[in-house]
C-alpha cells in the first residue's frame, strides 16, 4: 500500500504539550468510536519514555488545501512508548479536514526515524474481531523491515492451543528461528500440524467468518441490554475484540456497582489491572470470548439487576 506524499506543509511537528489536551480530545472523539478519555492523554504526556508528536499549525506556512476554512491548530497527533530497543506506536490520528493529504505519513516517518535503531512491536491480537468504526491497516504494511507483527490463535481458534505466530523482517525472523530451536519453546507437533491444515485448507478463513457473525451478534446482544442505562454507565470497546468495559459515569455509580456485582458472587477483573501505571482508566472488563448466548443471557441478567436496583434507590 503506497502511502500519500504530503502536501506543502502548513503544519509542523513538535511535542505535544498540556495546552493542546482540547485539540487532541476533540480530534480522539472524532476517530474512534471509543476514544481515549482527556485524563489519559494527560497522563501520556507527562510519564516517562513516551514519545508524542502533534502536527501544529504553522502561522507562517502556507494555507492548508482547501484554504484557510477554519483549519484547526492541531491537525494530527501520534502517541508511543520508547524503551530499551523497542518502539511502540500507541495512537495515531489526524484532523477529519486534514485527511488524505499526508499528515498521517508524515507523523508516521518521524516516528519511524525515530525508531530507526529499534524494532516496532505490533500486537494485532484481535484484529479478526472488528465490527465498527475504520479498520485501520497495520503498521507492518508501511513499515515491514522495521516491525515485528505479532499475533495469537487463541482468540480466533483456542486459548487452549497455546499458539501464536510472529511476521518479521528476515534478519530477525532468521534469528527468531534460530531462538525458539535452541530454546525449544515451541508447541507440539501434531498442535502445529493441525493448525497448518487449517491455514492451507481454507478452513481457518471459513471458521473466522463463522465466529465473526456469533460473536458480533453477541455484541449486538451486549449493546442492546446495556442502551437503557446510558445515562449511568459507560460502555467502551466494543468496536473491536472480545469484550467491552463497563464504567459508571460517576465514581460514586462505580464503586456502588462493583459492591452490588460482588454481592452477587461475581467476580470480575479492574480494566486497571490492563493498564499502565498511572493511568486514570476506570471500569470492569467484561468479557464474552468464554461464553455462549445463553450465559451471556444470564451474565446480562445479574448485571441488569444491579443496575436497576441501584437507580431505583436514587444513586447516579
Known amino acids: 500500500m503506497a502511502l500519500r506524499e504530503p502536501a506543502a506543509a502548513p503544519y509542523r511537528l513538535r511535542p505535544g504539550g498540556p495546552f493542546d489536551l482540547d485539540e487532541l480530545a476533540r480530534i480522539e472523539s472524532e476517530s474512534f468510536p471509543a476514544p481515549w478519555k482527556r485524563e489519559f492523554f494527560a497522563s501520556e504526556l507527562v510519564e516517562p519514555h513516551r514519545y508524542v508528536r502533534v502536527l501544529a499549525r504553522d502561522p507562517a506556512g502556507p494555507p492548508p ?8 491548530r492541531i491537525g494530527g497527533y501520534l502517541f508511543a512508548v520508547s524503551l530499551y530497543e523497542e518502539f511502540h506506536v500507541n495512537k495515531i490520528a489526524t484532523d477529519l479536514r486534514l485527511r488524505h493529504q499526508g499528515y498521517g505519513r508524515m507523523l508516521l516517518e518521524d516516528a519511524l526515524a525515530r525508531a530507526r535503531s529499534m524494532l516496532i512491536l505490533e500486537n494485532e491480537y484481535d484484529c479478526e474481531f472488528h465490527y465498527a468504526g475504520t479498520n485501520h491497516p ?24 497455546r499458539l501464536g505466530f510472529i511476521v518479521a523482517p528476515p534478519v530477525a525472523a532468521a534469528a527468531l528461528a534460530d531462538l525458539i530451536e535452541r530454546e525449544r519453546v515451541h508447541v507440539s507437533w501434531p ?19 463463522r465466529v465473526r457473525r456469533h460473536y458480533g451478534a453477541m455484541r449486538d446482544a451486549i449493546r442492546e441490554r446495556l442502551i437503557p442505562y446510558a445515562d449511568v454507565i459507560t460502555l467502551g470497546g466494543d468496536e473491536g475484540g472480545l469484550h467491552v468495559v463497563v464504567s459508571g459515569q460517576s465514581g460514586a455509580f462505580d464503586r456502588e456497582l462493583r459492591a452490588a456485582l460482588r454481592s452477587n458472587g461475581v467476580v470480575f477483573n479492574d480494566v486497571r ?22 450465559v451471556l443471557m444470564r451474565s446480562l441478567d445479574v448485571l441488569e439487576a444491579c443496575l436497576g436496583r441501584i437507580k431505583r434507590c436514587g444513586h447516579s
Open 65 to 72: 488545501v482547501g484554504g484557510d476554512g477554519g483549519a484547526p
Open 138 to 161: 497495520p503498521i507492518f504494511s508501511h513499515a515491514p523491515e522495521s516491525t515485528l507483527l505479532l499475533n495469537t490463535f487463541a482468540k480466533a481458534v483456542s486459548p487452549s492451543l
Open 191 to 209: 498442535v502445529q500440524k493441525v493448525v497448518e491444515t487449517l491455514l492451507v485448507s481454507g478452513e481457518l478463513d471459513r471458521h473466522l467468518r
Open 273 to 294: 489491572d490492563f493498564a499502565m501505571l498511572g493511568s486514570p482508566l476506570s471500569g470492569f472488563v467484561l468479557g464474552y470470548g468464554h461464553m455462549d448466548s445463553e
